[in-house]
C-alpha cells in the first residue's frame, strides 16, 4: 500500500502541474523520431564535466533550461523529478540540467529556491544546443541518453502515468543488459 501511494502521488502532482505548461501536449513528429538513436555531439568546453556526471550513468535525463519564456515554470516541472530520485537512482538514472551562460544567476537563484540539486553544465553561447541541431522543437528541450550517448527517449518522461510506465519499462531494460 506504501509504494503505491509513493508511486501515484508524484504521478497525479506530475500530471497537475504539467498540465499548466506550454506545448505539453505537443507530440513528435517523424522528423523528431529520426533524433532517436542518434548520438548527441558534446562541445569541447563542455566535455569534461559532462562525461564525469554520465560516466557511472546507465541513462541520463538531459533538461535543457532558458529556451522556454519562463525559467521558472521549466524549474517547477524539473521539481517534480523530485518525486522519482529513489527510482532514478535504482535504475542508475541521473538527471543533469544544461543552461546558457547568461542565464546562471536566475537560474542558481531558482534552483536554490526551489531545493533542487541536480548538477548544471553551462552552454556557453548555445553551443551545445548549436552543434546538435535538435533543439528547433520545444519537445526536444527534454531527452534521455545512455551511457554511450545516444538519444534512447524524447521528452519528459514524467508528462502522464502513461508516459511514465512506457519510460519505467525501458529503464528496467537497460539496467538488465
Not at 534552483?111 to 520545444?138: A, C, G, Q, R, S
Request: proline residues 3%; hydrophobic residues 40%; contains cysteine.
Amino acid at each position: 500500500m506504501n509504494i503505491i501511494i509513493k508511486t501515484l502521488f508524484p504521478a497525479i502532482i506530475s500530471m497537475i502541474f504539467l498540465q499548466s505548461c506550454k506545448n505539453i501536449d505537443k507530440k513528435p513528429d517523424s522528423g523528431l523520431k529520426s533524433f532517436l538513436g542518434s548520438t548527441i555531439v558534446v562541445p569541447q568546453n563542455m566535455e569534461y564535466e559532462f562525461d564525469r556526471l554520465v560516466k557511472n550513468s546507465t541513462n541520463v535525463i538531459v533538461i535543457i533550461l532558458g529556451l522556454e519564456d519562463c525559467n521558472e515554470c521549466s524549474l517547477k516541472n524539473i521539481s517534480i523529478f523530485k518525486h522519482y530520485n529513489s527510482i532514478f537512482s535504482l535504475y542508475n538514472t541521473n538527471i543533469v540540467l544544461i543552461t546558457e551562460r547568461s542565464n546562471q544567476e536566475e537560474i542558481t537563484m531558482l534552483l536554490n529556491k526551489m531545493d533542487i540539486n541536480y548538477p548544471i553544465i553551462y552552454d556557453d553561447n548555445y553551443e551545445f544546443i548549436n552543434k546538435n541541431k535538435l533543439m528547433t522543437d520545444p519537445i526536444l528541450y527534454t531527452f534521455v541518453i545512455n551511457a554511450k550517448k545516444e538519444i534512447i527517449w524524447i521528452g519528459s518522461p514524467i508528462t502522464d502515468s502513461k508516459t511514465w510506465d512506457l519510460f519505467y519499462k525501458l529503464i528496467q531494460k537497460t539496467k538488465q543488459r
